[in-house]
């Protein structure tokens, strides 16, 4: 069975807005962040910035409560401190319920810590909100720190998308261009299935009636998995390219660097993979991945074959059934050190 726990509301009245910001091994790029936040929020009065550490074993919260605090950002920052490491979803929940717990919220805001928030982006997030009242989860344009622009908006993970993935072939791609997952960075807005939740603004009842992030996940597919949910009750996705967020990108996560790099990718990748398929698509519907995924790869094998290009897949034909006989057992990984 998937989590459920739903976010009840409170009687209080409620702050406009709650930034949870996740911290694993990445002060300074936290500090950096919070500094991009410092003029867009500082004099509002009505948001609140909620720092999660997460036990990342590396003196992270004292470096990051010592910014807090000498930087005079205490009236509108606090750090949260984990005693373990349950990865994205928890992190993000925690912070989620000590913004509950302080009165409620409106508005939750979901940022990674390796973001630099440009000006104008939180109101134009909630403005969005504002003027589009059925939207429930908004994506900023996400971009490199030169502005290009990083994809975006998306469209559910499907079995048919593993295809697309591991064959790498363009003639399949562009066939089956319906079923892959990147839908780019529009200059307009749109309405995607899923955003990155890099960052995404969410309005208070998507937790109330959706529930909480999935912590089954340790890390990724979890955005698209809340998202999926929320779609389920009622609730659409907002992509809002007037809204400029920097995402550095391998802050928090090296799956992104690790595939650029054709190396291995971690087994939390392929554990929330298979709970990801087993939530949406049942057991057969992994099992049907998978067995696409390996079609796909005999097709890109081939094309090796032919000297046309490596293919980062040396031991993903294994790592695919990672937890494919119990896809619903949560991801434990060791705890940091030190």
């Keep these: 069975m998937t989590f459920s726990e739903k976010l009840n509301p409170v009687d209080e009245p409620a702050r406009a807005l709650a930034v949870v910001i996740l911290n694993y091994r990445t002060p300074g790029m936290t500090v950096d962040c919070l500094e991009t936040l410092e003029p867009e929020l500082a004099s509002r009065g009505d948001a609140r910035v909620y720092v999660v550490y997460n036990a990342s074993g590396d003196g992270s919260a004292g470096q990051i409560d010592a910014a807090i605090q000498s930087r005079g950002w205490s009236g509108w920052c606090e750090l949260i401190r984990s005693d373990t490491n349950g990865g994205f979803a928890t992190g993000n929940n925690a912070g989620l319920r000590k913004a509950r717990a302080d009165g409620g919220f409106r508005f939750a805001l979901l940022l990674n810590s390796d973001t630099l928030v440009r000006k104008g982006a939180i109101d134009e997030l909630l403005n ?23 994809v975006s908006a998306f469209r559910f993970h499907s079995p048919i ?7 790498a072939i363009g003639v399949i791609t562009k066939l089956l261009s319906r079923f892959s997952t990147a839908m780019g960075a529009p200059d307009q807005p749109m309405q995607p299935q899923w955003v ?16 909480l992030l999935d912590e089954g996940y340790f ?8 998202c ?10 907002l992509y809002w390219p007037a809204a400029h967020v920097v995402h550095l990108r391998g802050g928090s996560g090296p799956v992104k660097s690790a595939a650029a790099q054709r190396k291995r990718l971690p087994a939390y990748f392929y554990a929330s993979r298979s709970r990801y398929y087993a939530s949406f698509y049942g057991r057969p519907g992994l099992w049907l991945a998978n067995a696409l995924w390996l079609i796909g790869r005999a097709l890109s094998w081939c094309r090796e074959r032919l000297g046309r290009g490596p ?10 059934w990672t937890n494919a006989l119990d896809p619903f057992r949560p991801y434990q990984k060791p705890e940091a050190k030190g």
């Design 128 to 150: 969005a909100a504002e003027k589009n009242p059925d939207a429930a989860l908004i994506g900023p344009r996400l971009e490199w720190p030169d502005g290009r622009p990083q």
């Design 311 to 320: 293919h980062n897949a040396e031991k993903a034909p294994r790592d695919i």
């Design 219 to 226: 890390m990724y597919f979890e955005d698209a998995a809340l």
């Design 196 to 211: 990155s939740f890099a960052c995404v603004l969410v309005r208070k009842e998507v937790f109330e009636t959706a529930g």
């Design 228 to 237: 999926r949910s929320a779609k389920r009750a009622g609730f659409s996705a």
């Design 161 to 167: 998308t593993e295809l697309i993935n591991a064959a």
